[in-house]
């Protein structure tokens, strides 16, 4: 019988602590969030002079590490191409926009498509579909210019 009334007691604590709630909506629901945002225009990033600068903090022992930090967008590369530089970059392949000045080597690949290396180092192979190799080689003669 202890044990019983113990175990109605419990229950009714725990149903008695629960979570008040005032019956309304939380007040961030009724908010329109997404039409007060604004995009920020966010300056070009240089790769290669942030590796300069870890090697040369690297050495120096003083200044603390850099960590980079990944960052998910909500974009597809559809909607991204075009709000980048068509001069510094170009869709090369159906997953990968490649940027003119991370490009440090083009070599021929099998099927008339171009095989891209990049500095730094791009952990997977990129390859210039064959459909889009002729808009490659325009692209890069033209910044040659």
Same mark, same amino acid.
């Given at each position: 019988m #202890?044990k019983k009334?113990f175990?109605?007691?419990? +229950?009714f604590?725990i149903l008695v !602590?629960?979570?008040?709630t *005032?019956?309304? *909506?939380?007040?961030? /629901?009724n908010?329109n969030l #997404?039409?007060?945002? !604004?995009?920020? &225009?966010? =300056?070009?990033?240089d790769v290669?002079?942030?590796?300069?600068?870890d090697?040369?903090?690297d &050495? &120096?022992g003083?200044? %603390? /590490? $850099?960590?980079?930090k990944?960052?998910?967008v *909500?974009?597809t590369?559809?909607?991204?191409? %075009?709000?980048?530089? %068509?001069?510094?970059?170009? $869709?090369v392949s159906?997953? +990968?926009?490649?940027?003119l #000045?991370?490009?440090e080597n083009?070599? $021929?690949?099998? *099927?008339?498509?171009l095989k891209l290396?990049f500095s %730094?180092?791009?952990p997977?192979e990129?390859?210039v579909s064959?459909? $889009?190799v =002729?808009?490659?080689? #325009? /692209?890069?003669?033209?910044s040659?210019e």
């Open positions: #202890k009334l175990y109605i007691l419990f +229950c604590s !602590t629960a979570q008040i *005032n019956e309304g *909506n939380p007040v961030s /629901w908010l #997404k039409s007060n945002l !604004t995009a920020i &225009k966010m =300056p070009a990033f290669d002079q942030m590796l300069i600068e090697a040369l903090n &050495k &120096k003083d200044v %603390p /590490w $850099r960590f980079g990944e960052f998910i *909500n974009y590369l559809d909607q991204l191409e %075009p709000q980048l530089d %068509p001069q510094s970059f170009l $869709r159906r997953n +990968c926009i490649a940027q #000045k991370a490009i083009i070599a $021929r690949h099998f *099927n008339s498509r290396s %730094p180092i791009c997977h990129v390859l064959r459909v $889009r =002729p808009d490659f080689l #325009k /692209w890069i003669d033209g040659i």
